[in-house]
Every structure is written in C-alpha cells, then in structure tokens.
C-alpha cells in the first residue's frame, strides 16, 4: 500500500466517523429519564414498597435504541454494539446452567426458584442496558448514565429533605463531610447502597481514564471528580474511599512499569487464587480473630459468617445449594431466632460459593479476573482492560465484606464503563500498518497521478 493510498484510507475513515449522526436529543432525553426514573427505585420509600421493579424501566432504552435506529438506520453500529452480547451472557449461563443442575439433581433445594429467576432476569437486563445505552451514545455513554444518576441522588436528596427541614437537612450533610461519614438523620436515609458504589466506580474512571484534551473535556473531568466524590460522601460509605484511592494508585503504577498487560493479567490470577484462601480464612474463624485482635469492629459478620459452617464443605467436590439459597438460609436463622433481623450475608466471596458450589465459583471468579480483562485487551486495548481491572479491584474490597456482586447499578458500571470507553478506538481510529508496495502497485499509483496531473492542466 503505497502512502497517498494510506492516507487517503484514513482520511475516508475520519470522514466516516466524523459524519456519523448523534443520537437526537428527544431520544436522548427519553434515554436519560428512563435512566432516572429506574434510579428512583433506590429511593428507601420506592424500594420498601415496591422491591426491585421500578429498575424494569431501563428496559425503555430498547425503545430509544429504535427510534434511533428508525432515524439512522446504522447497520454497522447496531452489529458493533450487539457484539458484547455474547461476552456478557457468558456468565448468565453459567449461573441458569449450574443452578438448573442443582436443581435437577436435588429436588429439596428448589425453594428459591423464584427469586434466583429474579435475579438472573435482572442480571441479564444490566447487560441490555449497558449494550443499548453504547449503542446511542457510544463514548459519551458513560457521561450520559453519570449525570443521570446524579439527577437521580440529587432527586432522592430533595424528595427526603421535607421530612427534615431545609437548614437540619443541610446540617446533615455538612456534618456528614466534615466527619467523613458519621451523620443521622437527613443523610442517614440517603444511604442508598447500590448507586453509592457506582459512583466510586465513575470516581477511578474520571480520576485516571477520562479524556482531557480538550478544555470542554477537562472541565467535564473535574466535574465528575467532585460530584462523585460529594454523593460517595453522602452515601455514607467511607471505605470505598480508600478502596478509589488504592485502586487510583495500583493504576498509576501499571502505567509505570511500562508493562499493564502482564500485571493486569497477574492481578486477574492472584485475586482469582487469593479467594480460595479468603475462603479457608472465613470459615476457620483466622479471618475474623485476625480482625477483631486489630480492634476492628465487624458489626455481626463475625456470626454472620460462622452460621453457614454447617450447609456447606469447602471442598472441590461441593456441589452448591443453587442461586439464592443462601437468603433461605439467612430467613431460616432470623425465625430460630439466631439473628435478630435477616441480614445479608455481606460476604459475596463466601455466598457465591455456598450457592454455585466449587464449579460454579470457579467460573465466576475466573470469567471476571482472567477472562474478561483478556477480553478487553486482546479485543480492544491495554487502556480498556486496565480500566476495567481497576473497576473489578475496586469492587473486590466490596465483595469481601459486603453484598455488591449483583448489585443492578455496580454490575451496569462494570460493563457499560469499560464497553462505552472502548468505543474511544473508533473514534480515533486504529494505526494502519504501512507496507511496502508492489512494483505493480507502484505502477498503478504513478499512472494515477500522471493522469491527474493532465486533467488539472486540461482545466
């Protein structure tokens, strides 16, 4: 390919790019209220009457996503944005296909049918989402679920304050930030889990991955870095801020070593090995003694964890209770009279084991940490894997104490993120490789400006 082809080749995809139409605005507009009012969901009011279903509303970017498509008729994006399907739903069948034979093969532990159905259905509704909001807005849709959500906390901040007053309300959150979390009242029901972790997963994303070329670009990065560090302070979750701040520096060093790809893919392995010890250390008790010698106050998880001891075995054979078993269980406890409220079990390693079994666990853990950040790298680019990693980290302090692994706004941020910044490739276009041209190449190429050349002296 001789260099006048290849210029002109990516002169013709800059041009392609560039004349590519934006998502209209009433589309956008639909996509964004669909966004917020499944947000709303969280809200403790909506969510003590109504459960999970006010999320269903993010089904609407389906609708968008064909409105879009009526007016553009972009066969190539919709092909480009429909292949993440198959990635994502990689782990969807692995939690219907071990569940189902655990069923199959043990008929006593089908009690929870009903609400593992839930969950993979939602589970699945993630991935709709993240797919389709990429395929309207492509790398602007991080940006677009971001504001979203916060017009969706600053919704359930101003829908609560009534009950408090508008100067006991702003003393709350004051207090809140100057304390660094400890507040009652006002701030104490915006707790609002789900999306408070979501928003520590944009907090790492504009802090190290977010453009800043551009002065528009730079402004919208110093925005995202203080609003989502004002609705993490609000959420009153104070150990996600040291998880960003350590995942923001495990970041910078693989940026160092000048080799992400080989460090990325020793995280993925060592976490991957790391939870089969975590394991071990939970259910001997080492776990909790070492926490508790340090003076670290485990608000029950020390009961909490020692309870399942006798409904599972830690052992590759284990075959798993099936999805959701571990809620039975939890329901089981509260009505002996064990636990004085049917907590969780805030340890997402431990309940993915109890209830996929060894198989089922091993999967999880190494579709997530090893499969999918090769994924991202070998497919797309180092930077989009090392984003995603760096989300997954971040996520994993959670999963040890808490119950995010399937949270529905944690699990959209963890694909829509590092899909939508993947998207950034196209956007900028691949290097092409130069090649030597053919002696017939380099014949054509000369008949070609020789040609052109008489018809501008003709004219």
């Known amino acids: 390919m001789t260099d006048s082809k290849f210029l002109r080749m990516n002169a013709d995809s800059e041009r392609l790019q560039n004349s590519k139409k934006e998502c209209p605005a009433f589309v956008a507009f639909l996509a964004v209220v669909c966004t917020v009012l499944a947000g709303l969901g ?38 480009k944005a429909m292949g993440y399907f198959p990635v994502f739903l990689v782990l969807i069948a692995v939690y219907s296909l071990v569940t189902m034979y655990i069923w ?60 408090y007053g508008l100067i006991a309300s702003i003393s709350s959150v004051v207090t809140c930030i100057v304390t660094f979390g400890e507040a009652e009242g006002f701030v104490r029901a915006l707790e609002i889990h789900d999306i408070t972790f979501l928003f520590g997963q944009f907090c790492i994303y504009y802090m190290m991955f977010a453009p800043k070329r551009t002065t528009s670009e730079k402004r919208l990065r110093r925005w995202g870095i203080v609003l989502s560090l004002f609705f993490l302070l609000v959420g009153l979750k104070r ?144 930077d989009t894997g090392m984003l995603y990693m760096a989300i997954l980290c971040y996520m994993t302090v959670t999963y040890l104490t808490d119950n995010t692994a399937f949270y529905f706004w944690s699990c959209i941020g963890l694909r829509l993120i590092p899909m939508s910044y993947s998207y950034r490739i196209s956007k900028t276009g691949k290097p092409m490789q130069w090649k030597a041209p053919t002696p017939k190449e380099l014949a054509d190429e000369i008949w070609l400006i020789e040609r052109g050349g008489k018809v501008g002296n003709a004219e």
């Not at 089908?110 to 259905?121: D, E, F, N, P, T």
């Not at 991957?272 to 003076?295: D, M, N, P, Q, W």
């Open 104 to 163: 199959i093969t043990d008929f006593s532990k089908v009690a929870s049918i009903s609400r593992a159905g839930q969950k993979i259905l939602f589970q699945t509704i993630t991935i709709i989402y993240a797919v389709f909001m990429c395929y309207l807005f492509e790398d602007r849709a991080i940006n677009y679920l971001f504001f979203s959500m916060c017009a969706t906390n600053t919704a359930i901040m101003l829908l609560e304050m009534p009950k």
């Open 239 to 382: 150990s996600t801020l040291p998880a960003v701040l350590l995942v923001c520096i495990y970041v910078k060093f693989l940026r160092i070593t000048g080799k992400p790809r080989k460090f990325i893919l020793v995280t993925g392995i060592t976490l991957f090995l790391f939870f089969y010890l975590y394991l071990y250390l939970t259910r001997s008790g080492i776990l909790v003694a070492f926490l508790e010698s340090h003076g670290i106050d485990m608000m029950g998880r020390d009961v909490l964890w020692s309870l399942p001891n006798d409904y599972y075995e830690l052992s590759p054979l284990w075959k798993g209770l099936g999805f959701e078993a571990v809620t039975d269980l939890v329901n089981k406890w509260y009505h002996e009279g064990l636990i004085n409220r049917a907590y969780p079990l805030h340890n997402d390693i431990l309940k993915i084991f109890i209830e996929l079994g060894a198989l089922g666990f091993t999967l999880w853990a190494g579709i997530n940490y090893i499969l999918y950040p090769a994924y991202w790298m070998t497919r797309h680019d180092t």
């Open 42 to 79: 969280d809200w403790k009011v909506l969510n003590n009457a109504f459960g999970g279903l006010p999320k269903v509303v993010v089904l609407g970017t389906i609708l968008c996503a064909f409105l879009n498509f009526l007016i553009a008729a972009d066969f190539v994006q919709l092909k």
